[in-house]
């Protein structure tokens, strides 16, 4: 089977740097996704890591150990906006589907 | 920018009733999926959909679920005889390469069985 941990929620203020961990155990392991999801809504695609190492994307950069099972999400000068949940998600499988962990709630005070 | 489609954006039905929920995946992806997230709760995997056929289901996918691309551009998930507990937001998700972390999802189909 598959398991992915990560805190259940975060809180940080405006401007602050926050990082979301998240560990994992599966089979077939391709890589590591994030996704940020507000309100019910549609989860959007964040980063991939399918390499050990960090990826940068604007504010946000994410991390990838495989020797660890490890990666995390870092966002940086957190804004209101960024207020949602956070998912990470193993890429695996014969047919490389997605397998979400339980999420992280981050709120962002003023 | 393309779009993953779905409707309807919100369906109310009787229990042991049939439900079609359709999708429009984005037009030059191979890779197709349904997930579902109960209110709250983790998206979880349905179902995934290559060269017109499942190529992998989870433990949720029963025999009350199918799945069908009946034509170039749709993509529809079927409960045969809904349940209380099939209440949930039901997501459909596109990529163009396997290999690829990055899923496109619509902006789901929220089912409530009564």
């Known amino acids: 089977g598959q398991s992915l941990e990560q805190p259940s929620e975060v809180t940080a203020v405006e401007g602050a740097i926050v990082q979301i961990n998240c560990t994992y155990q599966?089979?077939?392991?391709?890589?590591l996704s994030w996704y940020q999801q507000h309100d019910g809504g549609a989860p959007t695609f964040l980063s991939y890591?399918?390499?050990?190492g960090l990826e940068e994307t604007g504010r946000f950069s994410s991390f990838l150990s495989r020797s660890d099972s490890y990666g995390y999400l870092l966002l940086q000068e957190l804004q209101m906006k960024d207020s949602a949940s956070y998912f990470c998600?193993?890429?695996?499988?014969?047919?490389?589907?997605?397998?979400f962990g339980s999420g992280t709630q981050l709120t962002v005070l003023p | 920018e393309p779009e993953v489609t779905q409707t309807p954006s919100h369906q109310v039905t009787q229990m042991g009733q049939e439900v079609i929920l359709r999708c429009v995946p984005i037009?030059?992806?191979?890779?197709f999926y349904w997930y579902r997230q109960i209110l709250g709760q983790k998206v979880e995997f349905l179902v995934s959909?290559?060269?017109?056929?499942?190529?992998?289901k989870s433990e949720i996918f029963d025999d009350q679920f199918s799945v069908e691309r009946p034509d170039g551009s749709n993509f529809t998930l079927k409960i045969r005889s809904t349940k209380l507990e099939d209440s949930a937001m039901y997501f459909c998700?596109?990529?163009?390469?396997?290999?690829?972390?990055?899923?496109?999802f619509g902006e789901g189909s929220r089912l409530t069985v009564l």
């Open positions: 890591n399918g390499l050990d």
């Open positions: 959909f290559y060269n017109n056929e499942i190529s992998e």
């Open positions: 037009s030059n992806h191979l890779y």
């Open positions: 998700a596109s990529k163009v390469l396997g290999s690829t972390g990055e899923l496109f």
């Open positions: 998600a193993v890429l695996s499988g014969s047919a490389r589907q997605l397998t």
């Open positions: 599966t089979s077939g392991f391709y890589g």
